[in-house]
Every structure is written in structure tokens, then in C-alpha cells.
């Protein structure tokens, strides 16, 4: 039963400290979303990658968050420096092609809580 | 440019009840159309989906039919269970290069013994 896979499940760290997701897609999807969820805004499209290319990171402070696919088996999403109003649920999916009616495949998240 | 409204939650029925949560969209062309379910503290999992006009998704007793003659896609089930307590997006992607989900708000089902 292949699923995507995010690590951590949980962090907790303190303001200013930097903080690194990953998530390994579903062997064989070739497109890797990140979400990040929270009670205010509900589910936010923070980037996404195409064949490791990103193709959409206009949803993400570029500031202080970077995302990367050092290779197809793994996505990263790092915040440097983090700050408390990044708190929040961040979710990898990942899909099989770019055609009509694609399903994106869910991890099951990583919470961060930064103090 | 494109956007999905549920109706509101929370929602709370009892066991065996009928349910129904709305959904109706705006988009530029003919999307696809989701429901996601989460449930406590995980992910989202694709409930079902349709992708053209009148299809029908189904899974787990739970039905939407896509209805592009109200831009609408109601998530229906005859007779729930307390195991059915999530929350629910509706969502929907259109061709083209930017393949991004656009998701509604979720709305929390409770469904009581």
C-alpha cells in the first residue's frame, strides 16, 4: 500500500530556529505538492514541484521559506528563520501526471509549533 | 478565477441519518471535481471524484454528482456512522499547466451514537 511519507510528525521549536520538513512521494509520481493548513486560513498551496522542477512557489514567504527536491524520492521544506505565526499543519501530496482528473495523494502531515 | 463554497459547519447528526453537505463552484473552464475526507489528526484521503458532467463519484455508501447546470457537487450519504466523523473539503482542479487544488473551507461532520 504505497502512501507518502512526512517526517517529523511533530516539532516544537523556539522563534528564529530553523526548521526542515520532508516528504517522500508515492514511487513513481513525478508532481509533489506542499500545503500548509491552518484554523484561519484552511489549506494554503504553498508550492509544487514538476518532475523535481518547481513550477509554482508563489504562495510561499520567500523570505524565510525554501522548498527543494534533492531528488525524486524526496521534497523538503524549510523555514529559516521560523516565527510563531508559522505554526501550523504542513502537508506533502503527491500525484501521478498532469492530466485531467489527477489525484493527489496525501502524507499525513507534519504539526509545527514554533514558542 | 476559481473557487469552491461549502456549507458551513460544524454539522452534527445522529447515527443513521441522511446526510448532505453542499458544494458549488466557479471556475473558468471544466474541472475536476473532489471530496477529501480528514479525519482526527491525519491527512487528507480522496473520498471520491468526478471528472465531466453527470458523472457520479462513489465511495464508502458516500455519492456527488456533477452537476455543471448548477456548478454544483453534493456530497451525499443514506445513513451515517459515528466512524464518519471527519471533516470534509470539497476541491477541484483544472487543466491546463497550473494543476493546483482548489479546496473549500471543510466542514465538520459529528455524527453521535
Known amino acids: ?115 | 478565477g476559481n473557487s469552491v463554497t461549502q456549507m458551513e459547519g460544524p454539522v452534527t447528526l445522529s447515527e443513521e441519518a441522511f446526510l448532505t453537505i453542499n458544494c458549488t463552484y466557479t471556475a473558468t473552464g471544466y474541472p475536476s471535481l473532489f471530496w477529501y475526507v480528514q479525519y482526527p489528526g491525519e491527512g487528507l484521503q480522496l473520498l471520491l471524484k468526478a471528472t465531466k458532467a453527470d458523472d457520479k463519484g462513489s465511495n464508502k455508501g458516500f455519492e456527488a454528482t456533477y452537476r455543471k447546470e448548477t456548478t454544483s457537487f453534493h456530497l451525499e450519504k443514506g445513513s451515517v456512522q459515528v466512524s464518519d466523523s471527519a471533516v470534509y473539503f470539497c476541491a477541484l482542479i483544472l487543466s491546463g499547466s497550473a494543476r493546483q487544488l482548489t479546496f473549500g473551507s471543510g466542514t465538520q461532520l459529528t455524527v453521535l451514537p
Open chain 1, 1 to 115: 500500500d504505497a502512501r507518502v511519507t512526512q517526517t517529523p510528525r511533530h516539532k516544537v521549536t523556539e522563534m528564529g530556529q530553523e526548521v526542515t520538513m520532508r516528504c517522500q512521494p508515492i514511487l513513481g509520481h513525478n508532481t509533489v505538492f506542499w500545503y500548509r493548513q491552518t484554523m484561519m486560513q484552511g489549506l494554503e498551496l504553498l508550492a509544487y514541484f514538476r518532475n523535481r522542477a518547481p513550477l509554482d512557489d508563489s504562495g510561499m514567504p520567500k523570505d524565510r521559506f525554501s522548498a527543494e527536491m534533492p531528488d525524486a524520492t524526496l521534497a523538503t521544506l524549510k523555514i529559516q528563520p521560523s516565527e510563531p505565526r508559522d505554526s501550523a499543519v504542513y502537508f506533502c501530496a503527491s500525484g501521478s501526471n498532469f492530466r485531467m482528473g489527477e489525484t493527489q495523494y496525501f502524507g499525513p502531515g507534519t504539526r509545527l509549533l514554533v514558542l
